[in-house]
Nanobody, 114 residues
Framework: QVQLVESGGGLVQPGGSLRLSCAAS????????WKWYRQAPGKERDLVAV???????NYVDSVKGRFTISRDNAKNTVYLQMNSLKFEDTAVYYC????????WGQGTQVTVSS
């Protein structure tokens, strides 16, 4: 069935790094662009990064130069490399495809704290 499984979150100090993964199943991964979102406590879910089917990328200003989105079509997985993490990056991170989004996964918690 259609499923998204995010992983790789955790507790990290400011300035640290994490690599998030999103494994997709139940449809043809390579046919879609992909997006990473995040939802901080008490806030709406916001778009963070986008990768197209051709590998083009775009980022929200607050993460430009720090985050990198990538994809591996052979593994049906999209990644988010997060460097130079800041307190304000603390959130639950989710992925979804860019067209006809599927049911959300459980997300992965990223906590930046000293």
């Amino acid at each position: 069935q259609v499923q998204l499984v995010e992983s790789g979150g955790g507790l990290v100090q400011p300035g640290g790094s994490l690599r998030l993964s999103c494994a997709a199943s139940g449809f043809t991964f390579s046919m879609y662009g992909w997006k990473w979102y995040r939802q901080a406590p008490g806030k709406e879910r916001d778009l963070v990064a986008v990768i197209t089917t051709g590998g083009g990328t775009n980022y929200v200003d607050s993460v430009k130069g720090r985050f990198t989105i990538s994809r591996d079509n052979a593994k049906n997985t999209v990644y988010l490399q997060m460097n130079s993490l800041k307190f304000e990056d603390t959130a639950v991170y989710y992925c979804n495809r860019d067209f006809r989004p599927v049911p959300w996964g459980q997300g992965t918690q990223v906590t930046v704290s000293s």
